[in-house]
């Protein structure tokens, strides 16, 4: 019997698959830099899981996706007198050598997100038809409101969520709190053709549709950091499951917590991170893997490099 802590219940259940393979989907990275342990530390905990459940005697579908599309993208191609194709590529060709470095299966499906546009316009055409979701001069938006278990993920309320929320401030939204599905172009910006003018997509739609595609409406786990369940996951769970008519989206929820250097979250806009070739270059593999299993994986954990050498002496 194995049981798994499901962040929506906020318990630990028993683990029951829908069918006789285990569909998994893990939010994977935005490719606009290099990745570093946090990314690192993710990736570890769900493929220790994959290869658990596998060992298990379960057959595994794993899905990880490539966010290709994005502001940050934009803004790094910009400053690097590039184009968005060629700075996620470099970056996703790191992305993968690194992980291959620290022994982490290759997903079954790893999907892009600009490979993807055709779902994700259906989804959102799907949405707006239901009237759960608005275009305001080429912009598409989720009316949070319709969705009445609207936070059943985060735990919070409305208020909570108006104050921590990133929201983008546009005063043509019906609700603050609304988020957004299609951006409609800007200047010399990237944009795909659809019924509401030249675009793309936001962020939470595009791990939707690409979760749907290869994996069907219903899954057996959903995996990411712990600083995604909320907006991102909330999000997919709302247009999910506002899409499908059906509840869960997931069947489990897993989040893996942070990886802090001087008690601080690392991260690429902080600035304070270590890569991982960083790391490969001091420590194997294997001391690098047991340093991020040997503590709970829901935990924030501090980067620490006495105990990767413990690891690496009791190796």
């Known amino acids: ?79 690097n007198n590039s184009d968005i194709k060629t700075i996620s590529t470099k970056f996703i060709d790191k992305h993968l050598s690194a992980l291959n470095k620290l022994n982490v299966l290759k997903p079954d499906y790893s999907p892009k997100a600009t490979e993807e546009i055709k779902e994700m316009i259906n989804m959102i055409g799907v949405l707006i038809s239901k009237g759960i979701a608005y275009e305001i001069n080429g912009n598409c938006y989720f009316r949070v409101e319709k969705f009445k278990t609207y936070g059943k993920l985060s735990k919070r309320n409305f208020d909570e969520m108006l104050a921590g929320a990133r929201i983008e401030i546009d ?22 053709e659809s019924p509401w003018g030249e675009g793309r997509p936001g ?47 997931s069947n489990i929820w897993m989040h893996n917590g942070l990886i802090n250097l001087k008690s601080e979250k690392m991260s690429n806009s902080l600035g304070n991170i270590i890569t991982i070739n960083h790391l490969l270059n001091q420590f194997s ?22 105990l990767i050498a413990a690891n690496e002496r009791a190796i």
């Open 171 to 192: 005063e043509r939204k019906e609700n603050p709190m609304d988020f957004a599905l299609w951006k409609t172009k800007k200047g010399n910006e990237p944009g795909w």
């Open 1 to 79: 019997m194995i049981k798994l802590f499901n962040t929506l219940s906020k318990k630990v259940e028993v683990f029951k698959p829908i069918d006789d393979v285990v569909k998994i989907y893990c939010c994977g990275v935005t490719v606009y830099d290099l990745c570093h342990l946090g990314h690192a530390r993710s990736y570890i905990a769900w493929d220790v899981l994959r290869r658990f459940l596998i060992y298990s005697d379960f057959k595994v579908k794993y899905v990880q996706n490539f966010t290709d599309i994005d502001d940050k993208l934009i803004k790094a191609a910009k400053e």
């Open 285 to 306: 593999a294997a001391a690098i893997r047991m340093f991020f299993i040997s503590s709970n994986y829901k935990n924030p954990l501090e980067y620490n490099t006495d």
């Open 203 to 249: 962020w939470h739609i595009e791990c939707s549709a690409m979760s749907m595609k290869y994996l069907g409406q219903n899954i057996d786990i959903h995996g990411g950091g712990r600083d995604l369940i909320f907006p991102h996951h909330e999000n997919e769970i709302a247009q999910s499951e506002a899409f499908t008519n059906s509840a869960p989206f």
